[in-house]
């Protein structure tokens, strides 16, 4: 069973900027995908970032200007820096581990963390 361990900020004024992080147990970290998802209040969960193994990245459209994925595999840990947030970025982030290579869709769930952006 892996575990997924999530750690961070979560209350910024609007234009501000907060980083998650994300470790996780598993032995091969290194050739999983990786992702983060958010969801809001009445929302379905949506993911805003992927990064698979080589390092390809991808963001949804809300977001691709503001936030960055990257990972290192020396920690087996995934970070998304957010920056210039917006109101409509609060939501509860996760982040997830899918399978080896490109396979995003989640097989584990971190905790999650309420990120708040308000002023």
């Known amino acids: 069973q892996v575990q997924l361990v999530e750690t961070g900020e979560n209350l910024v004024e609007p234009g501000g900027s907060l980083r998650l992080s994300c470790t996780s147990s598993a032995m091969n970290f290194d050739i999983t995908a990786m992702a983060w998802y958010r969801q809001a209040p009445g929302e379905q969960r949506e993911m805003v970032a992927s990064?698979?193994?080589?390092?390809?990245?991808w963001y949804t459209n809300v977001v691709w200007d503001r936030f960055t994925i990257s990972r290192d595999n020396t920690k087996k840990m995934v970070s998304l820096q957010m920056n210039n947030l917006r109101p409509e970025d609060t939501a509860v982030y996760y982040c997830s581990q899918g399978g080896t290579y490109w396979d995003t869709a989640p097989t584990y769930w971190s905790q999650g963390t309420q990120v708040t952006v308000s002023s």
């Open positions: 990064i698979i193994h080589s390092g390809r990245t």
